[in-house]
């Protein structure tokens, strides 16, 4: 099974962890994406599988107001971290079960965003 999946722009890796009385939480700004990640998740219909999952993502930066990629971008493998631990326990219930992640750069768009697309796979691949 495939789905396909459009999620806000997300935080930093920098921002989304970080170290409270030696323990490591996330930040106010992840929670806030983490709920935007249930939000677009749940509109979605998307259920964690139990099974191992490929996960390809195109990172789309801010767009400009003359149309191009905002140069404070994120790196892609960031991004693509970011939103791997946001979808656990939504689209798989442990970052364990990813098999295979790839992350590509995409054109920009209004706000930036992540093209998500989850594939489940047999046991054993």
């Given at each position: 099974?495939?789905?396909?999946?459009?999620?806000?722009?997300?935080?930093?890796?920098?921002?989304?962890?970080?170290?409270?009385?030696?323990?490591?939480?996330?930040?106010?700004?992840?929670?806030?994406?983490?709920?935007?990640?249930?939000?677009?998740?749940?509109?979605?219909?998307?259920?964690?599988?139990?099974?191992?999952?490929?996960?390809?993502?195109?990172?789309h930066p801010?767009?400009?107001?003359?149309?191009?990629?905002?140069?404070?971008?994120l790196d892609?493998?960031?991004?693509?971290?970011?939103?791997?631990?946001?979808?656990?326990?939504?689209?798989?219930?442990?970052?364990?079960?990813?098999?295979?992640?790839?992350g590509r750069?995409?054109?920009?768009?209004?706000?930036?965003?992540?093209?998500?697309?989850?594939?489940?796979?047999?046991?054993?691949?």
């Open positions: 099974m495939i789905t396909t999946l459009t999620l806000p722009h997300p935080v930093s890796a920098n921002r989304y962890w970080r170290v409270y009385r030696n323990r490591v939480t996330r930040s106010p700004e992840a929670n806030d994406y983490r709920r935007a990640v249930i939000r677009a998740a749940t509109r979605a219909r998307i259920v964690p599988t139990d099974r191992p999952v490929i996960v390809r993502m195109t990172y801010r767009m400009t107001k003359n149309g191009s990629a905002d140069k404070r971008r892609v493998t960031n991004a693509v971290k970011v939103a791997e631990d946001a979808l656990q326990g939504l689209a798989y219930h442990d970052d364990k079960q990813v098999v295979s992640c790839t750069l995409g054109k920009p768009m209004a706000g930036g965003g992540l093209t998500v697309r989850i594939k489940t796979i047999e046991e054993g691949v």
